[in-house]
């Protein structure tokens, strides 16, 4: 067992790291975060970290750089402080997409990030349901994948759907929509997409019988829901019957208002891992990640399996 367990927060999503420290009764660890005059940020540990097992709850949300920026001072602040150990808890990983050099001269960012975290003293990272698994690649230090699959699959599992069948918006999403359908005893179909620029993308085919089903899109994230959009209309004239949505990560950023109050869906149903805005919270269902980031964060001080937690639905894959 480590010394003292601690929990810190930038500002990127202050309730959620609030909601962990009561489940696992502590309180939020004193931290002053401002700015100068100058635009530069300030950072500041109220209360001493000597030697104490430090967690940092900072999901990438708007205004992602701000919020990267302030977890790499807080992570650089807790270190010259001595924690014994920091790890930076990042639900959603920033610019998890830019994951790979799938142009000439471009960056990978999703790299660079892992970089400057580990650079600053970062050394574990937990996160929850990345982009693409490789990401812990990027990293030479632990990297604890959770996974958001058992909270989704728990609420799916109450509704009565008619013939089911679980839909992967993309063929990277296949073997996804297969744990769901595994777990839902349900079959499953994918989407041939295709991205066709920035933030659009094009449904080509539907491989899979969807036709006077009830269906469950499941994605790790919504960003701007054009492809959620493109993907319910095909399906729709592919003679679908209710359409519900799953996913990890609500971004929610660009059109989303105009593409969510246009979608012919049941629900959309997503997790806590960003902050949801106040004006879309009626449009979707938001279910609280904040005892399996409680329960992960008390393994990790205490030494205990974290595969465990998720092996009956996922057999093992996370
Ligand atoms: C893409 O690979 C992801 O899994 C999501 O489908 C994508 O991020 C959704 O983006 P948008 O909501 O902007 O279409």
Same mark, same amino acid.
């Given at each position: 067992?480590?010394?003292?367990?601690?929990?810190?927060?930038?500002?990127?999503?202050? #309730?959620?790291?609030?909601?962990?420290?009561?489940?696992?009764?502590?309180?939020?660890?004193? $931290?002053?975060? #401002?700015?100068?005059?100058?635009?530069? +940020?300030?950072?500041?540990?109220? @209360?001493?970290?000597?030697?104490?097992?430090?967690?940092?709850?900072?999901?990438?949300?708007? /205004?992602?750089?701000?919020?990267?920026?302030?977890?790499l001072l807080l992570i650089d602040a807790l270190k010259r402080a001595s924690a014994g150990r920091i790890?930076?808890?990042? =639900?959603?990983? =920033?610019?998890?997409?830019?994951?790979?050099?799938?142009?000439?001269?471009? /960056?990978i960012t999703a790299r660079l990030v892992g970089d400057l975290l580990t650079t600053a003293g970062a050394?574990?990272?937990?996160?929850?349901?990345?982009? $693409? /698994?490789?990401?812990?690649?990027?990293?030479?230090?632990?990297?604890?994948?959770?996974?958001?699959? =058992? &909270?989704?699959?728990?609420?799916?599992?109450?509704?009565?759907?008619?013939?089911?069948?679980?839909?992967? /918006?993309? $063929?990277?999403? $296949?073997?996804?929509?297969?744990?769901?359908?595994?777990?839902? !005893?349900?079959?499953?179909? &994918?989407?041939?997409?295709?991205?066709?620029?920035?933030?659009?993308?094009?449904?080509?085919?539907?491989?899979?019988?969807?036709?006077? *089903?009830?269906?469950?899109?499941?994605?790790?994230? &919504?960003?701007?829901?054009?492809?959620?959009?493109? #993907?319910?209309?095909?399906?729709?004239?592919?003679?679908?019957?209710? &359409?519900?949505?799953?996913?990890?990560?609500?971004?929610?950023?660009?059109?989303?208002?105009?593409?969510?109050?246009?979608?012919?869906?049941?629900? +959309?149903?997503?997790? !806590?891992?960003?902050?949801?805005? %106040?004006? +879309?919270?009626?449009?979707?269902?938001?279910?609280?990640?904040? #005892?399996?980031?409680? @329960?992960?964060?008390? *393994?990790?001080?205490?030494?205990?399996?974290?595969?465990?937690?998720?092996? %009956?639905?996922?057999?093992?894959?996370?």
């Open positions: 067992m480590r010394n003292e367990l601690k929990i810190f927060s930038g500002q990127a999503h202050v #309730s959620l790291a609030e909601d962990i420290c009561k489940k696992l009764d502590l309180s939020l660890g004193v $931290a002053h975060i #401002s700015r100068f005059s100058n635009d530069n +940020l300030f950072v500041s540990i109220e @209360e001493s970290v000597r030697d104490a097992d430090v967690f940092v709850v900072q999901p990438s949300c708007y /205004p992602v750089d701000t919020g990267l920026m302030e977890l790890s930076a808890v990042v =639900p959603y990983y =920033p610019y998890a997409r830019s994951d790979k050099k799938d142009q000439p001269r471009i /960056p050394q574990r990272i937990v996160t929850i349901d990345l982009h $693409a /698994p490789q990401i812990q690649g990027f990293f030479s230090i632990p990297v604890d994948h959770l996974t958001a699959i =058992p &909270i989704l699959l728990d609420y799916f599992k109450k509704k009565e759907f008619y013939d089911l069948v679980v839909v992967s /918006p993309d $063929a990277g999403g $296949a073997k996804l929509a297969e744990l769901y359908s595994r777990n839902l !005893n349900a079959p499953y179909a &994918i989407l041939d997409k295709r991205r066709c620029g920035i933030d659009r993308a094009q449904v080509r085919n539907v491989i899979g019988d969807v036709r006077d *089903r009830d269906l469950l899109i499941i994605d790790d994230e &919504i960003s701007t829901a054009g492809s959620l959009r493109e #993907s319910v209309g095909v399906l729709k004239e592919h003679g679908a019957r209710d &359409i519900y949505v799953g996913c990890t990560h609500p971004i929610f950023s660009g059109s989303i208002k105009e593409n969510l109050f246009q979608l012919d869906i049941v629900e +959309l149903v997503v997790t !806590n891992t960003v902050p949801v805005s %106040q004006d +879309l919270q009626d449009k979707v269902k938001v279910l609280s990640v904040a #005892s399996l980031l409680a @329960e992960a964060i008390k *393994r990790i001080h205490s030494g205990g399996s974290i595969s465990q937690l998720f092996h %009956q639905e996922t057999g093992g894959m996370m």
